[in-house]
């Protein structure tokens, strides 16, 4: 195994094996993804899981670039690769410039490339996840652009994400085809 690889430390569920609604949710993903083979051997887990996603990614007034920058910051700050190496795609697809994606490669949040509300955003998404508790100081510019929905959702982005990652890495989920290239640049 390679550096930055993984390899699963509990088995992967076997999707082929899945009987009733188990077998019917699962039949209404894309189970080869190994996050979802992974959380298949909790069925509520798997439905939770998935619903909590779902709504964040595509039920909430947060701008979707606002929260591809949010995942992806929390993704590196994490050192979750299969994170990363997934959402900068999405964010690449909801209109996240490759510049931003580099910044974030390379953890400067200062770079030109970023607008003063994606610094605030990225500001208070290093806060929460290194403090639990974001300071007056990251959350008060956010309050000038954000609507207190808006906020919520951030905030439930970054925690939804913190969890995602620490479920990637505790239980090794091994990355997507492509992956093992990706991290040659990835600098995780």
């Not at 993903?29 to 619903?51: C, D, T, V, W």
């Not at 931003?100 to 607008?115: H, P, S, V, W």
Request: glycine share 8%; with cysteine; hydrophobic share 40%.
């Amino acid at each position: 195994m390679s550096e930055g690889e993984t390899m699963p430390r509990i088995p992967y569920y076997e999707v082929e094996n899945a009987t009733g609604k188990h077998a019917e949710f699962l039949g209404k993903l894309q189970p080869h993804l190994n996050i979802y083979r992974m959380l298949a051997n909790s069925e509520a887990g798997l439905k939770g899981f998935i619903r909590m996603g779902n709504a964040l990614l595509h039920r909430c007034e947060l701008d979707p670039a606002l929260r591809e920058l949010a995942i992806l910051r929390v993704g590196r700050l994490s050192r979750a690769a299969y994170e990363v190496f997934q959402h900068e795609r999405i964010a690449r697809e909801v209109g996240v410039a490759d510049d931003k994606i580099a910044a974030l490669r390379d953890g400067t949040l200062e770079a030109a490339a970023f607008t003063d509300h994606d610094r605030a955003v990225l500001r208070y998404t290093d806060d929460v996840v290194r403090n639990v508790r974001a300071s007056d100081k990251t959350l008060k510019p956010l309050q000038s652009f954000l609507s207190a929905g808006a906020l919520v959702e951030l905030t439930l982005t970054v925690g939804y994400y913190m969890m995602v990652c620490r479920l990637l890495e505790s239980l090794g989920v091994d990355g997507e085809e492509g992956q093992a290239e990706w991290l040659k640049t990835a600098k995780l």
